[in-house]
């Protein structure tokens, strides 16, 4: 089929099933109906948390309706994403957006409140209420935040502008999903094509070298027709966290990024520090590329067909999850027991259509199991992308069944160490399992990949990012050129010299949608490389391990997520796990060179 399919196209076994959050949309208006109701609740607390009673009511009222916010607001993202043309899904997630929008207006005044009063009172409101210590994370976390919550109208009115700050990111994506056509380009046989998100990897992986150079020129080619209004929502972005950062009296909108997480930015600046000590290894396995293809110049269109020809097989959607569960099962029988159950159970959307939202993830809403969204297309990257992704989903379920929900969602900052951590005892099990040169040339060359992909490319995203926040915040304007320079200077320096920058690379920003996630992207390095050192103790002392791993997967947010880490023996405040992990992108590299 060179056309993709409509939603109704895909079979019932592939899609998730929504109806274990609701059953139906009567259900949806019904809690959509009591939330609005309940909004008013809370001002029978304004201006009256000054006793232990009212200070757990207000608590328990805040999270009875955040969880059904999260349940409607979930469930509505979700069903747009299946689609992101349908009008009604749109509507639907638009109405769930505003109130939320609304519920946080309603809650503006219970932090700053809360905070008027002393560290004394609140120490002695929960010695007064034992119900009280469950939030005594929650209120010790708060109290570090003071200087930067504001009086209660300010907070309301950062909350009502929740709508308008979330604009870029709603502007990019509908653009990216919805209304963004590719040309069509011809496949190695010769077909027209259409070219597609979902389908350019697999056609950046293509050994016919002009396939991969059409779908680069006619990918980037469509961003650049964009790049102007790219570049604005873009720039948007990037003032909005200016702007919230200067309310809150940040010195930086890194500082402010990361300040939720209790992150100090020498984390961000020392991973950025440690990978430019190690750029040598990159620029390396540039040239063991450009060695390995036989190529007089190397381009950017290179950098993801394997190095090892015809040997990337098919690989169909029931093969994949078995080698999953045969490759996770150092994690032991609990563990495996609820990857089966998400594999039998309509946790997972596999199959691209037209519309779906691109790449993939993993979401939940409290009280029900998470989901994964894939966009599935039968190589070896779609499988660990489902092991990636339920590393996720099982990290949430974990959470969810262990966590009340004012801890269950974990932190960002530990949400990738899980789901790599699958992708690295995987590896290990192919690689073990692997009988003949050119498959263990191929998974070799598929693990430098990862260490690629989400090290050193990771942390170039994380560079960008931080580069034209200072340079906004210095009052330097950031146009489409601006943007286009920075972007071709990084990727020169994280490269090296052997490989042609193609000039068309310089639009590839515009198409990341974590840039809308500001300073995301940083903890994909950061938990990739606690991940490994997780792995690898994993695999070194077996199941007393995997119990000290659960209890890390189960902590959710009860904790600064550095202090859980540290729990696992993992100090991601110095340099060392960033450097020995890419210390094993080092031994890689040797192997794979006396393999060539």
């Known amino acids: ?41 809370f001002d029978e607390y304004r201006g009256k948390i000054n006793s232990a009673k009212n200070l757990l009511g207000v608590l328990k009222l805040k999270d009875e309706v955040g969880r059904k916010i999260d349940k409607l607001f979930t469930y509505a993202r979700m069903r747009m994403d299946e689609d992101n043309s349908r009008a009604k899904y749109q509507a639907l997630a638009d109405r769930a957006m505003g109130l939320l929008v609304e519920v946080s207006s309603s809650i503006s005044f219970i932090e700053p409140e809360i905070l008027s009063l002393s560290k004394e009172k609140l120490k002695t409101f929960t010695e007064q209420n034992k119900e009280l210590k469950l939030y005594e994370h929650y209120l010790t976390n708060l109290l570090r935040m003071k200087e930067h919550i504001l009086d209660a109208d300010r907070e309301k009115m950062l909350a009502e502008m929740g709508e308008i700050a979330e604009a870029p990111g709603d502007i990019f994506k509908m653009l990216d999903n919805a209304d963004i056509r590719f040309p ?22 293509s050994e016919n070298r002009e396939v991969r150079k059409s779908a680069f020129e006619a990918f980037h080619n469509t961003y650049k027709g964009m790049v102007n209004t790219l570049s604005a929502t873009t720039a948007a972005n990037v003032k909005t966290n200016i702007f919230v950062k200067n309310q809150r009296k940040f010195g ?14 020498e984390v961000y600046d020392n991973l950025i520090n440690t990978v430019h000590q190690r750029l040598d290894l990159m620029h390396r396995y540039v040239r063991l590329r450009k060695k390995a293809l036989g190529l007089d110049e190397m381009h950017m269109y290179d950098l993801y067909v394997p190095l090892v020809k015809g040997y990337d097989k098919s690989i169909d959607y029931e093969e994949a999850k078995q080698m999953v569960i045969e490759g996770l099962a150092p994690m032991g029988d609990d563990y495996i027991g609820i990857l089966k159950d998400g594999f039998n159970s309509e946790w997972i959307d596999v199959y691209e259509n037209r519309g779906k939202t691109g790449g993939a993830y993993s979401w939940g809403t409290y009280g029900t199991h998470p989901y994964v969204l894939l966009n599935f297309q039968g190589k070896l990257n779609d499988v660990f992308t489902i092991a990636h992704e339920m590393g996720h989903a099982i990290h949430t379920h974990y959470s969810f069944e262990n966590q009340p929900y004012v801890y269950a969602q974990y932190t960002i900052f530990v949400a990738e160490v899980a789901s790599t951590c699958n992708e690295a005892i995987l590896i290990n099990y192919l690689l073990e399992k692997a009988e003949k040169k050119e498959e263990k040339m191929f998974l070799l ?21 931080k580069i034209i926040h200072e340079k906004a915040e210095g009052g330097e304007p950031l146009n489409a050129q601006v943007l286009q320079e920075i972007y071709h200077e990084l990727n020169e320096m994280y490269f090296g010299p ?13 198409r990341i949608p974590h840039f809308y996630s500001s300073f995301y992207v940083y903890k994909y390095a950061t938990g990739f490389s606690a991940a490994i050192a997780i792995s690898k103790n994993i695999l ?21 997520p550095l202090e859980l880490l540290k729990k696992v023996d993992v100090d ?3 340099p060392k796990p960033i450097e020995e992990a890419l210390d094993v992108f080092e031994k890689l590299l040797d192997e794979y060179e006396t393999l060539i």
Not at 542 to 554: D, H, I, Q, R
């Open 572 to 574: 991601l405040t110095r």
């Open 184 to 205: 069509k380009i011809k496949d190695e046989n010769g077909n027209e094509v259409e070219l597609t998100k979902g389908r350019y990897i697999k056609f950046m992986e």
């Open 445 to 465: 060359n598929h693990f430098m990949e990862q260490f690629k992909g989400t090290v050193y490319r990771q942390t170039m995203f994380a560079e960008f990012e």
């Open 498 to 510: 052997d490989i042609h920058i193609d000039s068309l690379i310089d639009y590839e920003w515009a």
């Open 540 to 560: 070194e002392n077996g199941m007393p391990a995997v119990e000290n791993y659960k209890k890390f997967l189960s902590s959710g947010s009860s904790d600064y």
């Open 1 to 41: 089929m060179t056309n993709l399919p409509s939603r109704e196209e895909i079979q019932d076994i592939y899609k998730w099933k929504l109806e274990d959050i609701y059953q139906n949309e009567e259900l949806w208006e019904k809690d959509y109906n009591e939330v609005k109701q309940q909004i008013s609740a």
């Open 252 to 265: 930086s909108s890194l500082e402010a990024s990361l300040f939720a997480d209790n992150v100090p930015v």
